[in-house]
């Protein structure tokens, strides 16, 4: 057998060899992926479930369960039940791993105070410093106590709780009417009768009217104002028709 024939033979056989040694390196790669695969687990969601029911669904996982001792108060987790987890939810994990969880202490508890008789805004700082929430506001209207007091309470002075519901007066509600229309009538006759209904009437000379027959005022020829007695209404806030309570001001104003 020649020389080069034989060194031929040898050479196809070393790449023979690399290829099957190179397949295997492959298929033994991806085999030792699948196995690491295989071993890995989604860390189910905990926050919520019981001390119990954690620890089952991870033991059903091939996970551990380590429990912090330091328990926290949290107003939205009852007490006893997982609060936090390290892993979380949805994070893959090798199996006989331990996910940790903190445990709630239940909402933070203090001796509700005596508010009624404050202030709203008082007896919210009040709870503040106390450590305690306001967890619903209620309110009527009445002229039995003062407004913005607090009338009631829940729970009452004296009970542990984490958060306290208030009854507030908003005072009694001003009765409305329907302003009338003053155009045209005396002045100083019109703020009589209106004052003596208890309302704020001011009275102010309107604004001269301008010699134009283009000119307007409130909204009819200018001209048309003259020959109007002194003093005579020609324009009232708020205007006829609108809701006014005694409270408000009415200003008129009266020709010169």
């Not at 056989?13 to 991806?30: D, H, M, Q, R, S």
């Not at 305690?132 to 542990?160: F, K």
């Not at 006829?240 to 409270?247: I, R």
């Amino acid at each position: 057998m020649r020389f080069g024939t034989r060194v031929w033979g040898l050479g196809k056989l070393l790449v023979l060899i690399g290829a099957l040694g190179a397949t295997f390196l492959l298929f033994f790669g991806i085999s030792v992926r699948v196995a690491l695969r295989a071993q890995e687990v989604d860390v189910p969601p905990l926050i919520g479930r019981t001390v119990d029911e954690a620890t089952a669904a991870l033991t059903a996982l091939g996970l551990g369960v380590r429990i912090d001792e330091a328990r926290r108060a949290d107003s939205k987790v009852p007490a006893g039940h997982i609060m936090q987890q390290d892993p979380p939810a949805g994070r893959q994990t090798r199996r006989e791993r331990t996910v940790k969880v903190w445990v709630s202490a239940g909402a933070r508890t203090a001796t509700v105070p005596q508010l009624t008789g404050q202030a709203e805004r008082l007896a919210e700082i009040r709870l503040r410093q106390e450590g305690l929430d306001v967890e619903t506001v209620s309110e009527i209207r009445s002229a039995a106590y003062a407004t913005d007091a607090v009338v009631a309470q829940d729970p009452p002075p004296a009970a542990r709780a984490p958060r306290v519901s208030l009854l507030v007066n908003r005072g009694e509600q001003a009765i409305v009417y329907v302003m009338p229309n003053l155009a045209g009538l005396d002045g100083a006759q019109a703020a009589q009768a209106m004052q003596a209904r208890g309302f704020r009437v001011s009275i102010a000379d309107a604004p001269a009217v301008p010699d134009s027959p283009t000119g307007t005022v409130f909204g009819a020829p200018a001209n048309t104002m003259f020959g109007v007695p002194a003093g005579t209404v020609v324009r009232q806030r708020p205007p006829a028709g609108y809701p006014v309570s005694a409270t408000e001001p009415i200003a008129l104003e009266v020709s010169r």
